[in-house]
């Protein structure tokens, strides 16, 4: 196992850059899965990462020692607690982090199956929660509009929870190049709809596109929109964040699968 003890250490400068820099992991194609329930997942998810660094104080750790077990030693790196902590955004968890080649989604030539389109939403967190009820609800495909959050960044991952593993998540799609290949109806939420999510037929499969936090969906979207819904709310408030009506929508959808 290589130990490194060196901040001038080639290969921590350049897991530092990924940890602190959405940009670096763009431009690198690489992703930093920090801890163990992420890391977990990726091997769960059959995949295997091409470096795992764990520290000095966790080393011999029985969550760490687990995973260490179903992983090429040579790929394995000891970190000197003092540079571990200068990676991980995890309070208080297990120290391990993996580094993986970003997946890169692929645009199917005809969308005939369950998919999600995320028009601009821009909060990571957002993201990272529909995507993981997407994954949940048995959705494979999320297509990512420009303007949403990068879907690979750290505050994504940890509100995913894995769900990456799962999805074929097409990040910078167009209007154009997604409703072109569609051929399934597109719902989406709207206060001014005269129909209930829960009283639209749901059996067969869908396209659900959910919009900005603030603007919700786009202009071109709505155009393409089949069926708008609307989520009651007798309590009043005057309209649900995106993931939360997301769960709503996806999960009605299961729910009537399921009957």
Not at 8 to 31: C, I, P
Not at 35 to 52: E, F, K, M, N, R
Request: glycine share 6%; aromatic share 6%; charged share 15%.
């Amino acid at each position: 196992m290589k130990h490194i003890t060196s901040r001038d250490n080639a290969v921590f400068k350049h897991l530092k850059a990924l940890s602190g820099s959405t940009q670096q992991r763009r431009r690198a194609g690489q992703s930093v899965l920090d801890g163990v329930h992420l890391v977990a997942a990726y091997l769960d998810a059959g995949q295997t990462p091409d470096q795992i660094l764990v520290s000095e104080r966790h080393a011999a750790h029985p969550e760490v020692t687990v995973l260490l077990d179903r992983i090429d030693p040579q790929t394995v790196i000891l970190l000197a607690d003092n540079l571990f902590s200068q990676l991980t955004t995890v309070v208080n968890g297990v120290d391990l982090i993996a580094l993986i080649e970003t997946p890169e989604g692929h645009l199917p030539q005809v969308i005939d199956a369950d998919c999600v389109i995320l028009d601009g939403i821009q909060d990571a967190g957002n993201v990272g929660s529909i995507l993981r009820c997407a994954a949940a609800a048995g959705v494979r495909d999320v297509f990512m509009t420009a303007g949403c959050a990068f879907a690979w960044s750290a505050k994504t991952l940890r509100a995913a929870m894995g769900a990456h593993f799962h999805l074929n998540i097409v990040e910078h799609c167009t209007f154009e190049s997604v409703h072109l290949r569609i051929r399934v109806p597109l719902l989406a939420t709207s206060s001014h709809a005269k129909q209930a999510v829960f009283d639209v037929p749901l059996n067969s499969p869908v396209g659900w596109v959910f919009g900005n936090e603030g603007a919700g969906v786009s202009d071109a979207w709505l155009s393409a929109v089949t069926t708008p819904v609307t989520i009651p709310q007798p309590g009043g408030m005057e309209s649900l964040n995106v993931a939360a009506a997301a769960a709503v929508c996806l999960f009605e959808a299961v729910r009537q699968r399921r009957a």
